[in-house]
Each structure stands twice: as C-alpha cells, then as structure tokens.
C-alpha cells in the first residue's frame, strides 16, 4: 500500500459565516484537516453512508426521482440535469441484460479550477458514497474513477479509501445485505485536457488514445468497453448524498430555480485570497471577488474576469454583478462552466492572456477533427504575431472569420471553448488589439505571461 | 493483427520524430513484467492495462522509449502500433530520458497571473538547462506544462510526483532545489 501524503496545503476553504444556513457546508466538511480523510472521520462527524444506507432501503427508480427532484446540475461544466442523465440508461429487460457502469470524471484539468481535488483530498468517502448510490440506483456492478494522472497521490488516497469502504461492507459482494454487488476501481490519466470530455475519457478508459467519439451512440447506449455507460463529474457525486439525506425537495430550495443547491467557487488571479469558496449557486460574483476573496491584490482596478475556467467568455466590469448559475451566466453569453473565477488586474495585457490561453488549447487539441487541430494553431500564431509587434491591420478580420468556422464544428466542445476566450476578448477589450498592431507593444505594462522561446 | 513498428535501416531511414531514444536495456525487469501480467486481468479489457503498463514500463526503465513501448505490447500480448500511439498521445509519457529531477512549471493563465513564467525563466537560468534537454550530470530537466490544479496557490512546481503549490517565490524554489540536491525527494521512477 503507498503512503498516503500527508503535506498540508496552505489553500483557504472557509470564510465567516459558512456552515449556517445562508451558506451551507455540504462539500468542504473538515477540508484542510489532513486526517479528515478516514472512514471513521466521516462516519462520526459528516454523517457519513447514512444516505447510502436509506437509498438501499429504496427502490432504484426511486433513488434516481429523488435526484431528479434536487434538480441537480452536473458540475462538470455542462450543467445537465443529474437525474434525467441517469434516466437515459437501459433497463434489464428479459431478453437481454445489460453490464452497466457508472465513471466518476475526476480529470480536472481546466485551468482555473481545482475544486474535485479538494474532494478528494478531504472527503473521498463523500465521492465513494455517492458513486454506491449512483450505482445503485442504475444498478451498475461496476465503478471507475478516472484520475487525472498528475493527482498520483489522490489516486493512492483513494484506493485505501476505497479499500476502507470494502472493509466496512459499503462494496464488494452483498452491500449491507441487499444481495447486490458492486465495487470501485481508480484508473489514472497521463496528462491529456481533452480526457475530460466525457468519451475522450472513455477512450482513455479502455486504454486507448484520448480521442473523442462521434456521437451518437451517447456513452448510455454504447460507454465505457460498449456497455452503458454514465460519466459525472466529482462534485456531481459528491452532492448525491447530501441529497440522499436532506431530502430533494429541500436540496432544490437552496440556490435559485433550476439551479439548485451549493457549489465550490475556486478563486484564483489577483485576487487577495485565493481559495475554495463553496457558495449556493447564483450567488452574485461580486459578492465572491469582493467580499469573501478580498478583492484586487495588487490594489488595481479589476479588469476582467474569467468566470467559469479558462474556457468560458470573460466577462468585463459591467458584468462583475453576474449570479453565479447557469442560465444567469448563459443570459450574459458565458458560461458557469466549471465554476473557477479567474480575476485579471488592469494592468493585464488581454492579448497575452488570450494568447496564453490558445496556447493551451493548439496544445491539448487530439488532432482529430480539423477545424480544431488547424484552427487552433492559426490562432495561436495569429494572436502571437500580434503580441510581438508583428501584427497585421487584418489579423482582426481574420481572427473573426476564423472563429466561426472552428465553433459547434468539432466532434466534441474543445473548438468551441478555443473560441470562447478570443471571441469575448476581441468584443470587450477590441482597442487593445488595435493598439498592439498599430503601436507594436502593450496597452498596458503588467508583468509578461508567456514564456520568451529560447534562442537556439 | 500486429503492426511492428519497422526497424530503422540505412535503406528506410525513420522520419525524425520517429528515432527515439535507446534505452540501457531492452527488456523490463521481471518483477515489472509479473506486475503488468497482474494489470491484464484488472480492467474488463486487457487493452484498458495499456496506461497503467507504461507507467509500470516507464518507472522501470527511467522513460517510456521504444523498448517500453515494445516490452508492453509483448507482455500484454496487444499491437505495439496501439501502444506506441498511445505513449505518444499523452504527455506523461516521456520518451526520452529526463533527469533524476524533473521539474515541471504551470505557465498557464492562472500561474502566469501569479509570475509562472518568471518561475520558469529563473528555473532556466538556476539549473542551466533548456527544456527538452537534461543536464550533462543527469540531475536536472525542466518542462513548461499545462494546469497542474493548483490555481489558487499558484504558480505550481511539481518535482517528478511531488507538487509543491504553496505560492511558489524565489526562497521556496530554492529551498525545493536543494532538498533534491539533499536527496530529500523522491527521485523520477521511485
């Protein structure tokens, strides 16, 4: 058995007021207590498995109508409805029965977020019990927690969790005496955003390369090794036991309609302190930027924000009141996302940063689809020449007619999120680009975000 | 259906990207190969042990090269082609040598906010050593890469498997730099 890490970090995961009722800790329970990780921590003081133990005394399709009451959302990013997904799969009929499995997705990998490690980290019971329960009410026999395969030491904190949750009856053969068999492997990433999307993690599943599919078939018809198949973020699964235990109803309450429940808001950029924020969904942004993180760190003007990991739109100060949930963030053409809140300072240079970020994706695309495995890289070397001095009068032009063609025309939302940074940095923050091209250096005079390529 | 990777002649020349680095030895450990045998039976497909296999074959032969990647498809009894796509598509795969400390930068937006890319040019000039390369001592090789999931506490180093993201600044690089000079990591394989 590997050792268990046992290095603090120095994140922030609370604030005043949080665990009372306007602010309810459903997700962060003990977080920053190392030792919180253990079995009998979350059984004494988290109620830990108690929603296991009254979702086993309910029917499956009960279970799954509980969650479609919470009107929870999957916290991956999508935001689709929890329980509907759970609906589309199969049921054993007499001719044919199925093998069905339930994979967690635990490639965090946008930048901006770093909510699920926090999970993980804290209270991996939260996530194994809300995955038993998924199962169960899908009956599956099987789980998999795909790890990103840089988090080596949470895939090991897992597995003695995991083994823990064995010892204890809540997997294996026989759960708590219903006759039903289930149990739980981890299976680590090697480095690859794109496993993130829910078939490219598939693929990367069944050990191949991380390429998306073409959908249809949808992974509930032909998933993981061609069986059914529901892939859920970690957050989403953790939230399925406070469910379970509160109530549907009284889960839908929290946050705003459609929108239920809490959520982990990481906070990351100029902001003074950076941290996990877990908030009801539609809590005002600046609420979070100004009030719990402190605002500006560096005691400038904020210029923008990023409100939902690098992939959403940026928003700019009109936009700062935003509530946090999905159709509110829609509404303002961006998107939750993945709920990471990047906050850039004044004296950000927007071309930079979107250059930064397209750097990014040029790197993570699988190369599969054209528009994105080119687009991309034009993009990337576009926006370069402009931060170099290089730039050309028609580059805008270009960059505009570029985009449309790389958006909604990929396999899977990679093209689409490569997109979303220029196009809302070239609509809100337009006179910095022409200012680059016409004046061959930066607006503004912040520190340089990109790495200088060596000369060879 | 096997697809062997062609052997490179004077006659048929590998392209570039093709010629990987030699490893010392052309075959894996016993113990690593009786741990990959073990991985075949884990997953409801032997195919699915392919990551697991080469981080197995990576550990034992300090990188996942041709050797690897040849000794994972024999042992798992799967086309060497499907293991060899599959080493070069993700980036944990390195296929050649790293040093015994390989020092991996987030210089993505959110560390960048917070002097990534500063963080990373003082790595350069501390260690002289360019990306790509490794140290004529062996010791030392850096690597600029994507988010590592530590935006709060930012910018992010991670040493072989260690993160260290507690604000990373000039006192703590160097304190991380000489407790691998002191043995105090884990060093790339262990």
């Known amino acids: 058995m590997a050792l268990i890490r046992t290095k603090p970090d120095s994140q922030s995961y609370t604030f005043p007021g949080f665990g009372s009722d306007r602010f309810p800790n459903f997700m962060l329970r003990g977080a920053g207590d190392l030792d919180n990780w253990h079995l009998k921590t979350y059984e004494g003081r988290h109620e830990g498995y108690v929603a296991l133990k009254k979702a086993l ?13 919470s009107s929870l959302r999957g916290r991956g990013g999508a935001g689709f409805p929890t329980g509907l997904k759970w609906t589309f799969m199969p049921k054993d009929t007499d001719e044919k029965k199925h093998v069905r499995y339930v994979v967690c997705n635990a490639d965090e990998g946008e930048p901006g977020t770093f909510k699920d490690r926090a999970i993980m980290e804290y209270n991996p019971h939260q996530l194994i019990e809300g995955m038993i329960i998924a199962g169960w009410a899908m009956q599956c026999r099987q789980g998999f927690i795909y790890v990103r395969g840089e988090f080596k030491w949470l895939i090991d904190k897992l597995d003695a969790a995991i083994q823990e949750a064995r010892d204890a009856g809540y997997l294996g053969k026989n759960i708590l005496g219903t006759g039903w068999d289930f149990d739980l492997l981890t299976y680590r990433g090697a480095g690859a955003y794109i496993c993130g999307e829910e078939t490219a993690l598939l693929n990367s599943l069944e050990g191949r390369r991380g390429e998306p599919r073409v959908k249809p078939p949808f992974p509930a018809t032909r998933g993981a090794y061609g069986q059914p198949t529901t892939v859920n973020n970690v957050e989403t699964l953790a939230a399925v036991p406070v469910i379970l235990r509160i109530g549907g109803a009284e889960y839908a309450k929290i946050g705003t309609p ?12 100029h902001t003074k302190r950076p941290g996990l924020y877990e908030l009801p969904m539609g809590t005002p942004m600046d609420f979070l930027v100004n ?9 400038k003007k904020i210029k923008a924000i990023i409100p939902g990991g690098c ?5 700019d100060e009109k936009d700062f009141d935003c509530p946090m949930d999905f159709d509110a963030m829609k509404a303002r053409g961006t998107m939750a ?4 809140v990047i906050v850039m300072d004044e004296d950000v240079c927007i071309v930079e940063a979107t250059l930064r970020l397209t750097r990014f994706y040029a790197h993570e695309s699988c190369g599969q689809c054209t528009p994105c495995r080119e687009g991309c890289n034009w993009l990337e070397m576009i926006l370069h020449r402009i931060e170099h001095g290089e730039g050309r009068r028609e580059d805008l032009d270009l960059i505009a007619s570029l985009t449309p063609r790389i958006n909604l025309r990929t396999l899977c939302p990679l093209g689409d999120a490569a997109c979303g940074p220029i196009d809302s940095a070239l609509q809100k923050f337009r006179h910095e680009f022409e200012y680059h091209i016409e004046h061959k250096r930066c607006y503004v005079k912040g520190q340089a975000l990109t790495v200088a390529t060596p000369a060879h | 259906m096997n697809h062997p990777l062609p052997p490179e002649t004077s006659e048929r020349p590998l392209a570039p990207g093709q010629r990987l680095a030699h490893a010392a030895r052309t075959s894996l450990s016993e113990s690593c190969v009786q741990e990959i045998q073990a991985l075949a039976t884990k997953y409801p497909d032997k195919l699915a042990a392919t990551l697991p296999a080469l981080y197995l074959a990576q550990a034992d032969m300090g990188f996942a090269g041709l050797e690897a990647m040849r000794e994972v498809a024999r042992v798992l009894e799967i086309p060497e082609g499907h293991v060899f796509g599959v080493a070069t598509f993700y980036t944990m795969f390195h296929q050649k040598p790293v040093g015994k400390y390989h020092l991996q930068v987030c210089t993505n937006l959110c560390c960048a906010l917070r002097g990534g890319a500063q963080l990373f040019e003082k ?3 501390r260690l002289a050593v360019q990306p790509g390369e490794v140290t004529a001592d062996g010791m030392w090789s850096i690597e600029e890469v994507e988010c590592l999931g530590s935006c709060g506490t930012g910018p992010c180093l991670q040493v072989n498997h260690e993160v260290y993201d507690e604000f990373i600044d000039d ?12 043995g105090h990591v884990p060093e790339w394989g262990k």
């Open chain 1, 258 to 269: 459609n929108n239920a429940g809490t959520r982990i808001f990481g906070i990351s950029g």
């Open chain 1, 311 to 315: 992939s959403a739109p940026m928003l």
């Open chain 1, 57 to 69: 005394k309910m029917d499956p399709a009960s279970v799954t109508a509980e969650v479609k009451t």
């Open chain 2, 171 to 182: 006192a703590k690089l160097d304190a991380v730099i000489e407790a691998c000079r002191q």
């Open chain 1, 291 to 299: 009030e719990l993180a402190g605002g500006c760190s560096t005691g």
């Open chain 2, 123 to 125: 790595l350069r000039q």
């Open chain 1, 337 to 340: 996302g993945s709920g990471g």
